[in-house]
């Protein structure tokens, strides 16, 4: 069975740019949710989907988005890239929240 | 609102030591879901164990034990006789009653020397 799929591993990009991360979630999984990995403030709640509605929304600027295909797949967003967006973007899957979460490897974003 | 608290940043072992991970968490909801991650350098967060507010019975997997104990709102991890594979960083996480998302704490680096 596969696990969480994250696309690509690694990005490098310029203060003003956007970016789209890509997630593939377990097969018949059909909440994903994204977080963000700092340093300095951990792990942090971005959104969360299911059944391509936005379920829940983390304390983030709206320059952070995201949505959910008909086939799971979700994709996130960040537009006008800050030096502080640079971190480790993890995607999660789950059948019943319930019973957790199977994340993905990351990506992981430098913004230079 | 819910708050999990790993008071211990980093702790260094010796191969074959036993070692306790702590975790307190805080929440006004009498159901809620309490998880352990690990994340070994690769960065991926592996899914250790998951224990629901009702369930207190501890568990033991392994070298991997669970005690969980609502009357001190902690549910800490013991690893025993660790080993240089178990060095990662553990992460305690509460998801709260109707709400899906995980609340992580700010996680524990464990380092086990050979």
């Known amino acids: 069975k596969a696990g969480v799929t994250q696309t690509p591993r690694y990005l490098i990009k310029t203060r003003g740019q956007q970016v789209t991360l890509s997630c593939s979630p377990i097969?018949?999984?059909?909440?994903v949710s994204w977080y963000q990995q700092t340093p300095g403030q951990g792990l942090q709640f971005l959104f969360e989907?299911?059944?391509?509605?936005?379920?829940n929304k983390g304390n983030f600027p709206g320059r952070f988005s995201g949505r959910q295909f008909s086939n799971s797949r979700s994709e996130m967003n960040v537009s006008t890239l800050e030096l502080g967006d640079s971190a480790l973007y993890l995607c999660?899957?789950?059948?019943?929240?319930?019973?957790?979460?199977?994340f993905g490897s990351g990506t992981r974003l430098t913004v230079v | 609102a819910q708050k999990v608290t790993q008071a211990q940043t980093e702790i260094s072992v010796v191969e074959k030591e036993d070692v306790t991970l702590d975790c307190v968490y805080e929440t006004r909801d009498t159901t809620y879901y309490l998880f352990w991650y690990k994340q070994p350098p690769s960065g991926e967060l592996v899914f250790l164990i998951r224990?629901?507010?009702?369930?207190?019975q501890n568990e033991i997997s392994g070298r991997y034990s669970w005690n969980f104990q609502k009357s001190t709102s902690s549910f800490n991890f013991t690893i025993t006789a660790s080993q240089v594979v178990d060095s990662a960083v553990y992460f305690c996480?509460?998801?709260?009653?109707?709400?899906?998302?995980?609340?992580f704490g700010k996680g524990t680096m464990l380092l086990v020397s050979p």
């Open positions: 989907y299911f059944s391509e509605t936005q379920r």
């Open positions: 224990r629901n507010s009702f369930d207190e």
């Open positions: 999660a899957s789950s059948l019943e929240y319930r019973d957790g979460y199977t």
């Open positions: 996480a509460l998801i709260q009653g109707g709400y899906s998302t995980l609340t």
């Open positions: 097969s018949g999984h059909r909440s």
